[in-house]
């Protein structure tokens, strides 16, 4: 739903609203949120809220304000009809009212408007993996999941359809454009695709999209889990990221493989160029490269056309724009972060008109790929190191990303069960 300023007085009476919630992302992608009353919402539009950033945002003791962005309005379907409840999505200020640089939202915005005044409309969109599990009678997870079914299979070999269509109407309902949604191939495994919007927007769907989930699989009895490789012989969860880019109203990716513009291959050896630059913020726990090394999963920085598995495969479907879909990202991302970084890597290519090489091509079976990073040292260390990284994002966000990671790192050292300590950090 969007709504302007003066919409949103008459929608709080009429709909007998009782609570908003102010919702904004850590850095590395959790959502976070504080409830106000309906009376203090004037006041929160005219001044923001403030609260405590310490250990969210900020290592820094520092206080932020939170500014509600009035055009994503969206009322909570799960909650009572009586007494319902909202949510925005937040600017970040400082506390003076001026823009605070690790407001993540406002930087894609930015790269965003760059984008359109380069003379380049870009979309986004994302198909996102998560598998449902049993809980005990005490309703805590288990490692159990929910069915034994396969790729795409109906009940009774697929319990989760309930589970899944419940989702996909709450989200529906939400204004947050589902579009299909399936049974994976690990048991108790799902995926749920997202119509293409443009990148903000899509972003935002995607860190709300993992609060419906969990939501409405709890209600059911069940638990979701995000984690990129929850079971060690299935498939792992993966999060992959449609990019579709418009330029004087036609895709710079043509409509077949041989009408691939200059500036479609330059887009994509941009990305290819400094994905593993980045991948760090792709794939942000070191249970993501548990999935990456499985057989499925895009170890290599390679692309292609017809062929399912390299790092990005470009996509012609009837009645549909052409696009890439980015293979690689796991749902454990800040999407905020990683939109802006995609979207930069690939107007990067073609400001440097960077060529798409023969022996990218999955189809060249010939060819030596570069691997991703194997591990998250190896990642978070070419991150350090790059150049463009640091150009592209906000110096407090790099990093408080850094530090973040390195956290990880040292805790997992430190852990006496690196799969256990996996577990209780991300399952």
């Not at 749920?192 to 699989?217: E, G, Q, R």
């Not at 640091?390 to 408080?400: N, Q, R, T």
Request: with cysteine; net charge neutral.
């Amino acid at each position: 739903m969007f709504f302007s300023e003066t919409d949103i007085r008459g929608f709080i009476e009429e709909n007998d609203i009782k609570f908003i919630r102010m919702t904004f992302c850590d850095t590395i992608g959790n959502m976070k949120n504080i409830a106000i009353l309906p009376r203090e919402l004037e006041h929160a539009v005219k001044y923001g809220i403030p609260f405590n950033a310490t250990g969210l945002l900020e290592a820094q003791h520092k206080n932020l304000l939170l500014k509600p962005d009035v055009s994503t309005l969206s009322v909570l379907p799960w909650r009572p009809q009586s007494g319902r409840v909202v949510r925005f999505f937040c600017h970040l200020l400082h506390m003076d009212g001026t823009p605070y640089a690790g407001d993540m939202r406002r930087s894609l915005k930015k790269t965003m408007r760059d984008i359109i005044n380069n003379g380049y409309q870009c979309e986004m969109g994302t198909r996102c993996e998560f598998y449902l599990f049993k809980t005990d009678v005490e309703g805590n997870p288990t490692r159990e999941p929910y069915d034994n079914g396969d790729y795409l299979d109906i009940a009774p070999l697929d319990k989760c359809e309930n589970t899944r269509r419940e989702i996909c109407l709450s989200l529906e309902e939400m204004g947050l454009n589902p579009t299909s949604s399936c049974h994976k191939h690990g048991p108790g495994q799902n995926e749920i695709d997202f119509a293409c919007s443009n990148p903000l927007t899509a972003a935002d769907n995607m860190v709300h999209y993992k609060t419906v989930v969990k939501t409405i699989a709890s209600q059911n009895g069940l638990y979701a889990s995000f984690m990129p490789k929850p079971l060690e012989n299935e498939s792992g969860c993966a999060l992959k990221i449609n990019m579709s880019v418009m330029k004087d109203g036609k895709s710079i990716f043509g409509n077949s493989y041989s009408e691939i513009t200059s500036e479609g291959k330059s887009f994509i050896a941009g990305i290819l160029n400094r994905i593993c630059d980045f991948t760090t913020f792709t794939n942000s726990t070191k249970n993501s490269y548990d999935r990456l090394k499985q057989s499925t999963a895009p170890a290599r920085v390679n692309w292609s056309v017809d062929n399912r598995i390299p790092l990005i495969q470009v996509l012609y479907s009837p009645g549909r724009n052409p696009a890439i879909e980015v293979r690689c990202a796991d749902a454990y991302c800040n999407p905020y972060i990683t939109f802006q970084l995609l979207l930069c890597a690939g107007m990067e290519g073609i400001r440097n008109k960077e060529t798409l090489s023969d022996e990218q091509n999955a189809a060249n079976t010939a060819s030596a790929f570069l691997s991703l990073p194997s591990s998250l040292d190896e990642s978070l260390d070419k991150t350090k190191k790059s150049e463009f990284v640091k150009s592209v994002l906000p110096e407090v966000v790099f990093k408080d990303f850094i530090a973040r990671v390195e956290q990880q790192l040292s805790e997992a050292k430190n852990s006496k069960d690196i799969t256990e300590y996996s577990y209780r950090k991300f399952f």
